[in-house]
């Protein structure tokens, strides 16, 4: 078996290697169902084998260790300028293995990749502790202070949604802090992770620093299980999330987690509605829905909600679905047909619950995983369609008469990742946005995330945060030191 395009392998210790039993598994292209590649499956053996080899490059006196910080940062650095050279290669790569359109992935996915690994460049050089006097000491007896150390080897794991911007947030920032890494894509996306591997490479970062491995859920298991892993940094769903804080339990290791969401957006009728309407159907249907911070749940004022929907309606129905690779798509196909077949159940739920089917909810062509971008009003918050994550474009209305009846809503809503609110009255604006339960509020905008800001969520939604200079806190230790100086 060759490294190729059509048969890859894994990163493990600065070597392209198949599984030690030499399992292997396919990616497919959703839009055309037929097969893009082959990879590795990683099991126990070739876990253990990537963990090593992220020790070996952690150990005290290894060349990542010893690296001074500034030349750390700028291998970081190139890796973003890399990803940039190479931005139409990884977006083609991307559309094709997860079904989005090549367009978006060229100007969302790769350059916002590329900046994350160039504003994390930055902190390398950056991360320091404090002198703390002693509180209960004379001044002058001891001199102490806190130093900022690597975590050691992190585990990260990855959804299929953003695989290659999924990545760049957890490996930028883990790089930044000087820990090793052992990534594991997600089984229906691996390829732009694996290509991100020869960059990495050619960036200059010393073998066994940054290992990716593929596989399955059961390859995610046993990486979280091995018990020299220090640290696991997970993005997924919720319940996946809560089987690795369980697995974690038993060397204590470090979690964070970027989890699930079902993210309320509140159109007031003061808005400017024209760009409330194209923004709350960007916030759902861009990336076919399959965003974590996707605004799917939508509350209209009352008095403007019929003039909403149709506008919505109208949106929806404008929105061309097709193969990814086609410069004039929107919407590609949904990521896999077992997850088509999820989202469809959904929509077979609303319907038998009661809700109106105000567009879409049905599959487009015959070939591949395509869905018609999808509405439904008349719901209730205990719908499934209302309470569940859905993870596809599917939208759901409900009208509301105050901010209070929202609030009492969302007090069920296990998650808190995403808000939003659409006004042009600024205290309303600011007091929707302290009312909601959530780690991001987009006021008269939706999507906009960046590298600089924290990005992560409350409740259910996850522990810690991404981005920013809040996730070096997810990837350092804190040590105290404390001289007595005798006097
Ligand atoms: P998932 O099933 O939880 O999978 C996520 C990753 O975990 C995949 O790499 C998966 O491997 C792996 N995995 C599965 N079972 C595991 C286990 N027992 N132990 C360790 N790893 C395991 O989620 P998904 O369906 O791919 O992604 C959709 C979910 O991700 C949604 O809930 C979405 O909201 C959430 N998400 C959250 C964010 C955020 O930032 N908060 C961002 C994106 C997505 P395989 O896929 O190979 O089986
Ligand atoms: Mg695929």
């Known amino acids: 078996m060759t490294n190729s395009p059509e048969e890859r392998r894994m990163l493990i210790g600065g070597q392209w290697v198949e599984a030690a039993d030499g399992a292997t598994f396919e990616t497919v292209d959703p839009a055309t169902e037929k097969v893009l590649a082959t990879v590795p499956w990683a099991r126990g053996a070739d876990v253990d084998r990537a963990v090593r080899a992220a020790r070996e490059a952690f150990e005290p006196g290894s060349a990542w260790r010893k690296m001074p910080p500034s030349a750390r940062g700028r291998i970081i650095h190139k890796i973003g300028d890399l990803i940039l050279e190479h931005r139409d290669e990884l977006a083609l790569l991307e559309s094709k293995d997860n079904g989005k359109p090549v367009s978006f992935a ?6 916002m990749a590329a900046d994350t690994f160039h504003y994390m460049s930055g902190w390398a050089t950056k991360i320091e502790g404090n002198t703390i006097p002693m509180s209960s000491a004379s001044p002058g007896r001891f001199l102490s202070f806190t130093q900022r150390e690597p975590l050691g080897v992190v585990a990260q794991i990855v959804p299929w949604n953003y695989p290659l911007l999924m990545a760049a947030w957890k490996l930028a920032p883990a790089l930044a802090a000087g820990c090793t890494i052992v990534l594991k894509p997600a089984e ?34 046993a990486l979280v299980a091995h018990p020299d892993v220090n640290k696991v940094a997970f993005t997924g769903s919720t319940e996946v999330g809560k089987e690795i804080i369980r697995a974690s339990a038993d060397n204590v290791k470090k979690v964070t987690l970027e989890l699930g969401g079902k993210s309320p957006n509140v159109v007031y009728a003061d808005a400017d509605l024209e760009k409330a309407i194209a923004k709350s159907a960007e916030a759902i249907f861009f990336n076919q829905g399959e965003t974590c911070f996707a605004g799917s749940r939508l509350y209209v004022e ?17 929105i061309t679905v097709g193969a990814g690779t086609e410069p004039t798509t929107v919407m590609g196909p ?80 296990p998650y808190g990742l995403a808000a939003g609110v659409f006004t042009r009255d600024i205290d309303k604006a600011f007091h929707t946005a302290s009312a909601m339960q959530a780690g991001t509020v987009f006021v008269n905008t939706w999507n906009t995330v960046d590298a600089a800001l924290p990005f992560g969520g409350y409740k259910q939604s996850g522990w810690g945060r991404e981005l920013g200079h809040a996730v070096l806190e997810n990837y350092l230790e804190t040590k105290s030191i404390i001289a007595e100086l005798g006097r």
């Open 106 to 111: 060229g100007f969302a996915d790769v350059p």
């Open 188 to 221: 229906q996306t691996p390829l732009t992770a694996l290509r991100l591997g020869e960059l990495i490479q050619e960036a200059g970062v010393p073998d066994g620093v940054v290992n990716i491995i593929t596989g399955d859920g059961s390859t995610g298991a």
């Open 302 to 318: 009352r008095s403007v909600h019929d003039e909403v929907v149709a506008g919505l309606k109208a949106a929806a129905e404008q």
């Open 334 to 413: 949904l990521v896999s047909a077992e997850h088509f077949d999820r989202v469809m159940e959904y929509v077979e739920s609303g319907v038998a619950e009661g809700a109106t089917l105000c567009t879409g909810g049905r599959r487009v062509g015959d070939k591949g995983y395509f869905m018609a971008p999808t509405i439904f009003t008349d719901t209730k918050p205990h719908m499934r369609i209302v309470a569940e994550e859905i993870f596809g474009p599917v939208l759901v209305v409900l009208p509301f008469d105050s901010l209070d009846e929202i609030v009492a809503i969302e007090k069920d809503n």
